[in-house]
């Protein structure tokens, strides 16, 4: 019998985790890949348009937001695998119809196939399905992470694929992923003994009223929506302004390099200031109105070699630290007993963030030029900064689930009153069909010898 007071992984959590991290990262990857090469391949494709090409990089987004909520519930009824299994045979479809295509039309049906595959949510569930509380953040971060490492991979990978095997050949080495994604599921992940809803993990229907009415959770959504508008915009310009300052496709990634680990290096400190100083509101706003700067700047050295890396260094600097700091601005807002859906809503806003960013920044590009993309984000980012600019300093508060076993209908109430009057315990909810309580806690003033103390004697 595993120690269930033990806050290491179990060799079972371990392999779920590794092996649901592996699957969604080969999907993101496969989804970014096209990212830094798209635009220039379009050029040769028959049909295609500044606008068309905006839309092909951007629909995935669209089929995505679209149905990646859904999926997640269908998966609390005909069970999380079954879900994930046609989500990724729908990728790989996807991905086939896109290598084929000669022409952009067939194409952007190919990309819309790919983003069909949505599986975000049922991963996150079969993850709490397959693990223990006090280990399940660990494992939600550790898949987190991978959406940070495919993009950089893609953005590394991508040029030097297209100069091997071609873009065509991109579309079909994600249609390979994919199906290596079903084996990776069907034989390293766990099957669980039983499924279950997880509020933390995933959407409940119950708690999307009290997330979609929360306006500090809204401006986040707003956020995320408008940070992956002006990403995916940025990349219908980006590989052609590189292209017409002399640098071959093919040397792309030796600029992205650099400037992607220096972004990174230089995010630190502001992390560190944000979480260990109590400034989150001030970093978060300084790095909105940064990205508004970089957009600016990225327009105005166009024509300039290093000023435009410059600015790409900048753009990238902002880009991190606020895809870091978005995710547990959320945690920290949300309702406690409605984190999982504060996430799939979150989830959502940034896939039509993408959708909106490819089809307009396309559109712009068309009518306005490259100059007018950039112009484009600058604006989205000030807009944005002004929204954010209205949001409450978020408390340096964290989440905790805490295993109370069997708990009775009855006492459930006084049980909620207990946990709220422990220090440091700023939300209790006891849900009794799962036998948990959601924290959320003030890690500086918890007391954790008295939270210890309720939950040895729940009853």
């Known amino acids: 019998m595993r120690d269930k007071t033990s806050t290491n992984m179990t060799a079972g959590e371990r392999r779920a985790t590794l092996g ?6 080969f999907r993101m990857l496969g989804l970014f890949l096209i990212l830094p090469v798209f635009a220039l391949y379009s050029e040769g494709l028959h049909g295609s348009t500044p606008f068309l090409t ?16 859904p999926f997640g519930l269908l998966s609390d009824r005909v069970g999380r695998k079954p879900v994930i299994f046609g989500g990724l045979v729908l990728f790989a479809i996807g991905s086939v119809i896109a290598g084929m295509a000669q022409d952009i039309w067939l194409v952007i049906l190919g990309r ?16 709490a399905d397959l693990t223990r509380e006090e280990n399940r953040t660990k494992a939600m971060a550790t898949i987190g992470m991978t959406i940070g490492a495919s993009f950089m991979l893609a953005m590394l990978a991508g040029p030097v694929l297209e100069r091997w095997i071609g873009v065509d050949g991109i579309f079909w080495l994600t249609a390979l992923l994919a199906l290596v994604g079903i084996a990776v599921v069907a034989l390293v992940v766990p099957t669980p003994a039983h499924s279950g809803v997880h509020h933390d993990a995933e959407p ?60 990174i290096l230089a995010m630190v ?46 753009f990238f600097t902002a880009f991190n630290l606020l895809e870091a700091t978005l995710p547990s601005l959320v945690s920290k807002v949300a309702p406690v007993a409605a984190k999982g859906t504060a996430m799939g809503v979150y989830s959502t806003s940034q896939f039509s963030g993408a959708f909106v960013g490819g089809i307009l920044g396309g559109w712009v590009h068309q009518h306005y030029g490259l100059s ?15 929204l954010a600019s209205g949001m409450r300093k978020p408390g340096h508060y964290s989440s905790r689930l805490v295993n109370l076993g069997s708990v009775q209908h009855a006492s459930a109430g006084d049980l909620v009153a207990r946990l709220r009057s422990v220090p440091g315990v700023i939300e209790a909810v006891v849900v009794v069909d799962e036998g948990v309580a959601y924290l959320k806690v003030d890690r500086d003033r918890l007391d954790d010898v008295a939270l210890d103390e309720i939950v040895a004697r729940p009853a």
Request: hydrophobic share 65%; no cysteine.
């Open 20 to 25: 649901l991290a592996g699957v969604y990262g």
């Open 54 to 69: 905006g839309l092909a990089v951007g629909i995935y987004g669209l089929t995505q937001a679209t149905l990646q909520i």
């Open 112 to 127: 819309a196939v790919q983003g069909s595959g949505a599986i975000a949510a049922a991963v996150m569930a079969l993850a």
């Open 204 to 263: 409940v229907p119950a708690m999307f009223r009290r997330v979609l009415s929360n306006p500090d959770l809204l401006r986040l959504d707003f956020g995320i929506f408008s940070l992956h508008m002006i990403l995916t915009s940025l990349f219908l310009a980006v590989p052609l302004v590189l292209r017409d300052l002399g640098l071959p496709l093919v040397r792309h990634s030796m600029l992205y390099l650099p400037v992607m680990l220096g972004s």
């Open 269 to 314: 400190p502001f992390i560190i200031l944000a979480e260990r100083r109590g400034l989150m509101k001030q970093v978060f706003l300084g790095a909105v109105a940064t990205l508004a700067v970089a957009q600016l700047a990225l327009g105005l050295f166009a024509d300039q070699f290093w000023g435009f890396v410059a600015g790409l260094a900048l």
């Open 372 to 386: 007018g993309v950039f112009d484009m984000g600058a604006l989205a980012a000030a807009i944005w900064l002004l």
